[in-house]
């Protein structure tokens, strides 16, 4: 998942946009699936191999897209580039504890941590950047923090999967933001920075006495190369929407992949629901229906 960028105020009609935004956010929710899959891999060898084989794939589609001007701007820029180091840190952990969490069965807190998101980014741009919160924000935050008091209090052991999760995407999201630059070439960035590391992650693997799980057989080598098209394909769609849509209904769509996550831990993974985790989601719930309620209050003023 990724964090959004400013529409550019609806050059399009919504519907143009709906597609590729419904498509990301599918993806992202659809996830857990594809991990499973591969959770024979190392969790800290698989997000190696995802780093490894994302930068090639940016690469393509940075060529196809012609965008190799705006990279080598960001490249250029040592205020870019120092800002690119950081959310390439907080991007490299994100990943590292969503894939863990997910094979270790922690599905519940991966679908909080990302409900929390984008009240988190609420509460950092207060915070930071001196924005200034409606009521019905501060009271989204509020309902929010109490969700995780009841996590902290009932299922200690998996709130910090949450709460890195949302943090990190968070600060991720606000890093970027000092950013001038596309989704796709700053991911792109973030892989080759990242990428010494990730050779060095998948070498270490190869030379350990498991050897490497990439090469062993043609079925994992497949599913570990295609992590790259399931970590850029949805950014590209994502970027797409973003252009699009206006913000407050492309910040509506954004509760898609935490909900698909919440349902397929559920129904498919039968994760057990403890009460302090189910009164947590509905906490969230009212606090993601406060907040989507205030996003789309400011859309209507906006448009009378």
């Not at 800002?83 to 270790?104: K, R």
């Not at 950013?179 to 990242?194: D, K, Q, R, Y």
């Not at 509760?255 to 498919?268: E, Q, R, S």
Request: net charge positive; proline share 6%; glycine share 8%.
């Amino acid at each position: 998942m990724t964090t959004p960028e400013p529409s550019s105020a609806a050059s399009g009609p919504v519907a143009s946009g709906l597609a590729p935004a419904l498509g990301a956010y599918l993806i992202w929710g659809f996830l857990p699936l594809y991990l499973v899959l591969v959770r024979s891999v190392p969790a800290f060898e698989f997000v190696g191999w995802r780093i490894i084989w994302t930068l090639p794939l940016c690469l393509l589609i940075v060529a196809f897209r012609r965008q190799f001007p705006e990279l080598l701007a960001a490249l250029k820029s040592p205020k870019s580039l120092l800002a690119l180091l950081a959310s390439a840190v907080l991007i490299g952990i994100n990943w590292f504890v969503y894939i863990w969490a997910i094979m270790a069965g922690e599905v519940y807190a991966t679908s909080i941590g990302y409900y929390l998101n984008p009240l988190l980014n609420v509460l950092l741009g207060t915070l930071v950047l001196g924005e200034t919160l409606s009521r019905r924000q501060w009271l989204a935050v509020a309902i929010a923090a109490l969700a995780v008091a009841l996590l902290a209090a009932g299922a200690v052991t998996s709130l910090w999967i949450s709460l890195t999760l949302g943090t990190s995407f968070a600060v991720y999201g606000l890093v970027r933001k000092q950013v001038a630059v596309g989704s796709l070439p700053c991911l792109t960035i973030e892989s080759a920075i990242l990428l010494p590391i990730a050779a060095a992650i998948a070498g270490w693997y190869a030379l350990s006495p498991q050897g490497s799980s990439f090469g062993q057989d043609g079925w994992t080598s497949a599913l570990i190369i295609f992590s790259g098209v399931v970590t850029a394909i949805p950014l590209l769609l994502f970027a797409l929407a973003a252009r699009r849509m206006d913000y407050s209904t492309l910040g509506f769509l954004q509760y898609i992949a935490p909900t698909i996550v919440f349902f397929l831990g559920l129904f498919v993974f039968h994760q057990p629901l403890a009460p302090a985790k189910l009164a947590s989601f509905v906490l969230i719930w009212v606090a993601v229906g406060v907040f989507v309620w205030d996003l789309w209050a400011k859309r209507k003023a906006a448009l009378a």
